[in-house]
Structures are given as structure tokens and as C-alpha cells.
């Protein structure tokens, strides 16, 4: 089974990650050998970089500069951890990809079509997802999660630089990554956020079996 590469898209607190897991956990008892990674990071320079963005270190030179990083540490986990899985025929699965870059810094930060299309030509490096999976979810419910699983898990962690925006910015980034989605058909599909993480697990492997026919043979 040859190797795919999958990304994850989605505002904040919409439950990526947990269903990336969930992913790769049904993918390998099909005997698929699937890794998770996520961006920024994957590897220890672009685990650097994110600790730099997310921390807003960054903030004060503006979406223009944030896009230059974000495109730095993507270069380096292309070519540090995702090219080389896909080669050794392992799926990968990461937790926000190019998509990201341009909903976030592109079409919600303003930055020119053309910056972003430059850095995600050099920093893709021929890398483009097989399927993207859009987890779409009205973002006051989506931070109202979040707090409710902090708030069980006892942690009182500071909103990161993209958390502390207010409401109307999350709205604008929800509708410029459905507008990617609309824009890409081929690559991407919409999922409902708003399902228990059981209905929305059992949903996307539909939609990923749907795609990848050798998964359902």
C-alpha cells in the first residue's frame, strides 16, 4: 500500500488532535504504518520556531514575518520527517499543514497571495497532501470545549498568540478555511465539529476509506 500524506485543518480547539490519534490508531489495525507529527514543529528546529510563534515573540513584526517562520519550519520538517517517512511507505499524518499559513497569516493577517504562494513553493517542496480533512466548527462552541476540558483536567495555561484573538477574528478565519476547502475540492473534505469525538471519528475513517479505495478491500 503505497504511502499517503494527510493533513488536519481547523480553527482552535475544534479536536485535531485528538482525532488525528484516533486515526492512526485504525490505520495500523488495518497494518497501515502511520506516524503523526504536527506544525509548527515535527522536528527539533521547527519545534523551536513554534515555541517562538505561539509564545507571540513574534507578533510585533507582523503576519509578513510570522508567514516567513511558519515557511522556515516547514521547509525543515519536510525534509527532516515528512519526505523520508512517505519514502520509507509510512502514511503521515500532520496536525496543520500549508493551509494553515494561508488561512491564518494570508487571508485573516492580510498578507499578499503572492508571499504566501512564493514560501509554500519553496517550503512544500513537491510535498502536497493527498487529503486534507477541514474540521469545521462555530468557534465561540469550539473555545467554550476547550475551557470546559481545561477546566476538568485542572490546567489554567494562558491563551497562546492565536487563542487571545477575539471572536470576530476566529469567525473570519472559520469562513477563510471554508473558502480553501471550496477552493480545492479534490484535496479537501469537510467535517462536522460539532459531533461527539465518537460520531466524528467514525466519520472521517468513512471519509478516509471513501478516498483511499484500497483501505476498504
Known sequence: MNSKFITFEGGEGVGKSTQIKRLVSKL????????????????????????????GKSEQWG?????????????DHVNSMIKPNLADN???????FCDSTRAYQGLTGGVPDELIDALETLALNGATPDLTILIDM?????FERVRKRASEDGLNLPPDRYEKENLDWHRR??????DISRANPDRFVVVDGNQSANAMESDIWDRVKERFSELAA
Open 28 to 55: 495500523t489495525k488495518t497494518g497501515v504504518e502511520a506516524v503523526r507529527t504536527r506544525e509548527p514543529g515535527g522536528t527539533p528546529r521547527a519545534e523551536a520556531i513554534r515555541s517562538f510563534l505561539l509564545q
Open 173 to 178: 478565519l472559520r469562513r477563510n478555511f471554508l
Open 63 to 75: 503576519p509578513s514575518a510570522e508567514a516567513i517562520l511558519f515557511a522556515a519550519a516547514r521547509l
Open 138 to 142: 462555530d468557534p465561540e462552541l469550539a
Open 90 to 96: 509510512k502514511w503521515v499524518l500532520s496536525d496543520r
